[in-house]
């Protein structure tokens, strides 16, 4: 059964610093696009970023310049270091895998930024 749990969500103050985890469990990791999506009340699910199987990145505008997304393809887990956060930030954090065979989610963690 694939798993992805995503963890280090909390709460923080604007300006701060946050890293997320996903960590993945029963997928074809290396050849796996990893992707962080993001979804705040009443708006719908949105992409902040992706990095593909070979490291290649991707930022939504918004955050780009803050956030940086990485891999460690040896424990199957990816990263999203969020930092200079802002209260627009808030929302539900979601982990994606997504490869020729499959695309699974995380449950999310839940990211809040007061100001």
């Known amino acids: 059964q694939v798993q992805l749990v995503e963890s280090g969500g909390g709460v923080v103050q604007a300006g701060g610093s946050l890293r997320l985890s996903c960590a993945t469990s029963?997928?074809?990791?290396?050849?796996?696009?990893m992707g962080w999506y993001r979804q705040a009340a009443g708006k719908q699910r949105e992409l902040v970023g992706s990095i593909t199987s070979r490291g290649s990145t991707n930022y939504a505008d918004s955050v780009k310049g803050r956030f940086t997304i990485s891999r460690d393809n040896a424990k199957k887990t990816v990263y999203l270091q969020m930092d200079s956060l802002k209260p627009e930030d808030t929302g539900v954090y979601y982990c994606?895998?997504?490869?020729?065979?499959?695309?699974?989610w995380g449950q999310g963690t839940q990211v809040t930024v007061s100001s």
């Open positions: 994606n895998a997504n490869n020729l065979l499959r695309d699974d």
């Open positions: 029963n997928i074809i990791f290396s050849i796996t696009t």
